[in-house]
């Protein structure tokens, strides 16, 4: 595994870390994915909150448990010395068959290591017909 690049961010290293947290989602490896975070991240995604890497490998196994055929896209929107805001849509559906498409957005922070110290993560599901997919 190679080293995640660490701050101050540049354009160019703020785009690797934005790709190579888009690859490792779309993996849907929850060991692969925790990887990016130290031990102590904090994280709040929707309404829940917590820390850690064990508490993340386990939201993500549930979450991916409940979110079927997962595609996930990210965009770079603004990075500065250590931080990174995107805009991401995701693709899912559930055990009955329905699609969800939620319109997102994340704010990340690193520590000096180039690890997620903190991730905070605010999105809505919208319900979305099978012929309305935009990520295949």
């Not at 409940?66 to 010395?81: A, I, N, P, S």
Request: no cysteine; net charge neutral.
């Amino acid at each position: 595994m190679s080293v995640s690049p660490r701050p101050p961010l540049t354009r160019e290293t703020a785009r690797a870390k934005v790709q190579a947290a888009e690859d490792a989602w779309n993996s849907r490896d929850p060991d692969r994915v925790a990887l990016a975070y130290p031990e102590d991240s904090e994280w709040h995604n929707r309404t829940e909150f917590f820390r850690g890497r064990k508490a993340i490998r386990n939201f993500l196994r549930g979450k991916w448990e409940q979110e079927r055929d997962y595609g996930l896209m990210k965009e770079l929107w603004v990075f500065t010395r250590n931080r990174i805001f995107i805009r991401f849509e995701y693709e899912w559906h559930d055990a009955q068959g329905q699609w969800f498409r939620p319109p997102s957005n994340e704010h990340w922070e690193f520590n000096d290591e180039g690890l997620m110290r903190r991730r905070d993560m605010s999105a809505n599901d919208v319900p979305i017909a099978e012929s309305e997919r935009r990520l295949r």
